[in-house]
């Protein structure tokens, strides 16, 4: 069940990134979401957008995402060329990655979440009133499964930390429904940090030992 509607899967779809296999998985099918896809283009070597993957396929290894350069792998190990990243531990929760931020001097723990990639944090309301100067500076209109939202956003007053490496001055957003105050409260974090926060680093994610690394 997903968003209270019954939905199915293909099961054991054998998977590769790049020339890694995965291994065989399910893949969930969700009918009449997203965009669709001619058949006569199916077999043409144009590039297809078909669905997400999660963290699931990438538990008991490392993958390490570098933005600047639009790559990801998967590894055994942390590489040596990335073994001075600034680490730090990372709840992980069903999957969930929850990362400690020290904001406003507080430590605090977001969801790491691309898919909020157009935010690099996103929380409630009090909380971004709490660092923020109070001026909206900017206004989105946001879709999740489905539903339309309007995401305000104002400029933070404080640095954000990762460790000791302090990261890039970002606007902070927050959306006045009481569903996404709900989450984060259920989920016991401040909110949600994106690809925003690290476009110009190179993140590991270390799932094998729980780390969380920004270099």
């Known amino acids: ?24 998985i399910d893949v969930g099918y969700f009918k009449d979401f997203g965009d669709s896809i001619l058949v006569d283009s ?34 055994n190990d942390v590489p040596k060329k990335y073994a001075t990243a600034s ?3 990372f709840i992980n929760d069903g999957g969930r990655i929850k990362i400690p931020l020290l904001i406003n001097g507080k430590k605090e723990n977001l969801m790491f979440d691309t898919g909020a990639s157009l935010f690099a944090l996103l929380t409630s309301v009090e909380n971004a009133k709490d660092i923020s100067d109070g001026k909206i500076v900017d206004s989105l209109e946001v879709t999740t499964w489905g539903k339309y939202y309007t995401v305000l956003g104002e400029n933070t007053l404080y640095d954000v930390y ?29 909110g949600l940090t994106g690809n925003a926060f690290f476009l110009d680093n190179v993140v590991i994610i270390d799932y094998r030992n729980k780390r969380f690394g920004v270099l």
């Open 162 to 190: 990762f460790g000791k490496t302090r990261l890039k001055k970002v606007l902070v957003h927050y959306h006045k429904d009481d569903i996404f105050k709900n989450f984060f409260n259920n989920e016991k974090i401040w």
């Open 87 to 89: 680490f730090q531990p």
């Open 1 to 24: 069940m997903a968003e209270g509607e019954k939905n199915f899967k293909f099961r054991g779809v054998d998977l590769k990134l790049g020339k890694v296999g995965i291994g065989a």
């Open 42 to 75: 199916i077999n043409t070597a144009s590039e297809k957008k078909i669905g997400t993957i999660g963290a699931d396929i990438f538990q008991g290894k490392v993958l390490v995402i570098d933005y600047p350069n639009q790559r990801l792998c998967i590894v």
